[in-house]
């Protein structure tokens, strides 16, 4: 059974920094891709930063320059180092695998909390 666990949300400062870390069963390599999505309060679901498992990294606008994705393969984690964080970040943020075959199946986490506020 896939699970994906979050960790390392929370309150920070406007212009702080948070890193999110997300730790899969198994090989993050079953996953074709993995990503972050954030939902704000009111908001639906959106895409934060995607990594696939060639290295191509795509980012939302609002979190370019700020936001970096990346994983640590020994260890089955994906991490979003966010800096400069702003209160528009405040968000539950999702970890997100997605396997393409043999059909599209998508894994989440369950949802971590990051609260920018002073």
């Known amino acids: 059974q896939v699970q994906l666990v979050e960790s390392g949300g929370g309150l920070v400062q406007p212009g702080g920094s948070l890193r999110l870390s997300c730790a899969a069963s198994?090989?993050?390599?079953?996953?074709?891709?993995m990503g972050w999505y954030r939902q704000a309060p009111g908001k639906e679901r959106e895409l934060v930063a995607s990594l696939t498992n060639s290295g191509s990294t795509r980012y939302a606008d609002s979190g370019k320059g700020r936001f970096t994705i990346s994983r640590d393969n020994a260890k089955n984690t994906v991490y979003l180092q966010m800096n400069s964080l702003n209160r528009e970040d405040t968000a539950v943020y999702y970890c997100?695998?997605?396997?393409?075959?043999?059909?599209?199946?998508?894994?989440w986490g369950q949802g971590n909390q990051v609260a920018v506020s002073s």
């Open positions: 198994g090989s993050i390599f079953r996953f074709d891709a």
């Open positions: 997100n695998g997605v396997i393409v075959m043999p059909t599209t199946r998508n894994y």
